[in-house]
């Protein structure tokens, strides 16, 4: 026997099978119930082991994980060692509010994603001691011989020993839309990847058609789908660009606070002043340049976007991942199931020297044949008739109607015959009675064709579907065309033209033949499949789902690059990449094998003018993301197979599709796409660039006001005057005002032009800098004017509450002024719609009545130490507020006045 290791590494298709059972000590007749039993203790259960569910502590715990949350523990704490117990339970009260949100949010998220065990086939046929028997799939142990037919999931990895007709799905692995046709003979080639290992069937991929007898070579862990899945495991999270960002935006906050304090705390001491009283303007400074409001409103901004998301169709697995996704500056998406519908659709009929074009997609009978923009009337079309029944008759796969949905039963090609036939008017109960099949020869790879007999008006046909250029070479001629063999050969060689046109549109190409055979004849055999007569051909392909075209045309007017990566072959993937507008005419597809041959840099060179990547295996895909991550992009990953995991997991941002979306894949995202329509992909990145909009119109107004006070208070200390507020002062400024109106701005909608701009830049902080010197200047604003009403009150000889009570006025009608300027960038205040955003319009009607409160209530006024200012005190204040709106203004107009048109 062998290690587990050994196993997983094993070359199998590459070992006669006769070789393979004396290693795995089996045989044709399978284990004994013994030893199979013996087996499952040393290699374990053939189960894929789940993703372990974080601890409820975990997500906890998560949510703290912030520079901005250890900001404000720090101030919380100090507050505490002040007895300032008010303050103290303000700033814990956020912080606490702040996780409870996020915690919702993720453990949601995660109990309605987690669902990997559902990729497992439940049973599986095997034969132990002779005699078959049907098991759970995990009870399957190396060596055990396994039977598959039609319809039934693989349930481990399989070296082939016999097969009949025998097609597998491995589209969740390679991405190839067509089922493969495998094969129990040897295959001497080393370093072989999995979609060219014909001998071998792996766990999780599906029996199209036939029937097979395999040996089981790994199980579990040990298989293809398992080696993934550990792949995805050992693949680190990434850090989403606001994460990023906030991290960075935290750090200036603090060295912003620890040097301004220091130095405050530094000049105050030289100066002679109380140390207790130095340190207590100290936290006053750091409670007024800390927005302790921003991350409870971080995480609403996010919150507010998933759930505008969700109605969309869009599920967001974890908060910052929103505003990654609108980062993006490239989507690497899978070809199969995602820019394409998974479903084979007949596109083009060749018959009696006309083209059709086939109205319709997918596999829903609806649509029509045209030639020349008109319906072509089979009447009149004999031949085009005859090419129509041939496909749906020399068929042995099903077109179904499930809860009003149109599916395949068998073989995606087969049924894509079937739906233009009735698309073209054939009705498939009267074809199957009219013309019964008394005999079939089933497809076989090394033929190349199938054929069926079938008996009409006491006559007999022999029809015959299959590859071509080998019907062309079984015929003796070309249906409508003269017999001559001069002319046949010319004709044969134009129908191959015809081929090759139709090839290079993408297309899969199918010929259609026939003959009469003898009366009575009610059996065929290969030897009878000559002397045909060529009706015509069905060219078909897995088309573009229309709204990923649209969406991909989106993405890039929003200068995102979209590059497809596939398991399928490089003609089609370059064909159906040029269809969507992903590449140009010139462009070129690099294959996985291409790739292994360059190292890492020369990749990420390749990385930046290739956008089609072709036959690529999961560790190609991960090389790709791994490469675009280098040259600074922003990766988001669209998927749904197995083979898309791992680089869902290493991206940016992975997502995953909702329906034909593996488990595997699904709990390797970050998002997943429940109607798996790449246009909901484009309305997610739109929904992720509002979102981080308005996580920059908080933070720019919140720390507008922090810096002004900042100022103001730092200029107190250096001046030797009394503090200009106290710290309760600048909490009820921070958390009741401010946070009224700043989670009011993550609820704006999205501002006119988002859909047009390009993505921000990779380095680029939270602020851009127009909005860091406009921060800077209105920050500036707000300082003199909340000092300079300061002083003048002192100087006229009012008392410090008074004159505090008129410098914290100021600062919260300046507030109601910043918080429109915050709505835009560049968009004027007096051309905002004030509706837009009724949360905005009910914060500041709160907001005003908490303030009025505090300056007339006798109880607010103990608790804060205000005074009740008259109308004239708050015409005053309001006039010297106003500077905030008109220095924002100038500087809007000055941005419109000098931006390129």
Known sequence: MFTRKEEIYRAWYAQPVEEILEKLGTSIDGLTEDEAKSRLEKFGPNVIAEVKKPPLIVIVLHQFKSPLIYILLIAGFITILLRDFVDASVIFGVVVLNAVIGFIQEYKAEESIRALKKLLAPKAIVVRAGLEREIDAELIVPGDIVLLRTGQKVPADLRLIQVKEFRVDESAFTGESVPVQKTSDLIPKPGLLTFEQKDMAFMGSIVASGRATAVV?????????GQISEEVKTVGPVKTPLQERIEMLSRYIIFSTSGFGFAGFVIGILQGENPLQLLLAVIAMAVAVVPEGLPIALTIALAVAVNRMAKKNAIVRYLPAIEALGSSTVIGSDKTGTLTRNQMTVQK???GGNTYTVEGVGYEPLGRIF??????DLKSNPLLEWTLRIGLLANESNLVQEDGIWKAHGDPTEVALIVSALRGGLNEEKERLEYPILDILPFESELRYMATLNAHDRKVYLLVKGAPEKLLSLSRKIAGTHENAESVEMYKAAVMDKVYEFADEGLRVLGMAYKEMPPGTDEIKHEDVNDLIFVGLQGMMDPPRPEAIEAVACAKLSGIRVLMITGDNAHTALSIAKMMGITGSEDKAITGREMDEVDD???QGIVQTTSVFARVSPHHKLR???????????VAVTGDGVNDAAALKAAHIGIAMGITGTDVAKEASDMVVVDDNFASIYRAIIEGRVAFDNIRKVTYFLLATGAGMLVAVFT???????????????LWVNLVTNGLQDVSLAFDPKEPGVERRPPRDPKEGIFNRTLLIRLAILGLIIAIGTFGIFIIELSAGASLERARTMALTTVVFAQFFHVFNSRSERISVFRQNPAENRFLFFSMIAAFTAQMALLYLPFMQTVFRTIALNINDLLITVAIASAVLVGSEIDKLRLRLTEPR
């Open 371 to 376: 030639s020349n923009l008109e319906v072509a």
């Open 601 to 603: 840099i020369e990749l």
């Open 624 to 634: 790709i993301v791994n490469a675009l991550k280098e040259n600074g992009e922003v």
């Open 716 to 730: 107190t200390i250096v001046t030797v005057i009394p503090l200009i507020m106290l710290p309760a002062q600048i």
């Open 217 to 225: 070579v790994a199980t579990g862990p040990a298989t293809q789908l």
């Open 349 to 351: 009929i060749w018959a």
